[in-house]
């Protein structure tokens, strides 16, 4: 009778701890989970433009600048405009305000071309 209850036990055991386990795990698997505060996205505004180079040409005779601006977001891409003032000063005031950059950022990136 002792070879009986030697041999019984283990599987006893086995079951036991199958059974357990068991239950803690459907224990665990169906209480609600506790809320996580919802992720809030703050909308990103358009790839910003970066500005790379800044030339410009100044025709003093007929008192007109040439523009021309290459920028990158995603490509490369040049803008060329034409501002009716030949001051150095005032054409960098022009020129920040045009792209929307602060005048010593304009002064870092301008180099002039004088006809």
């Given at each position: ?6 041999w ?12 357990g ?13 506790p809320?996580?505060p ?8 358009s ?69």
């Amino acid at each position: 009778m002792r070879f009986r209850l030697d041999w019984l036990a283990l599987p006893l055991l086995g079951l036991l701890f199958w059974a357990g386990s068991s239950l803690i795990g459907q224990q665990l698997l169906n209480r609600p989970n506790p809320t996580a505060p919802a992720l809030q996205v703050e909308p990103q505004p358009s790839p910003t433009e970066q500005v790379l180079s800044i030339k410009v040409a100044i025709d003093r005779d007929r008192g007109v600048s040439q523009v021309s601006v290459r920028a990158v977001t995603r490509v490369i891409k040049q803008q060329t405009f034409e501002i009716s003032v030949t001051d150095a000063r005032q054409l960098e005031a022009a020129i920040a305000q045009q792209l929307k950059l602060s005048p010593q950022q304009v002064k870092a990136l301008i180099r002039y071309q004088v006809k």
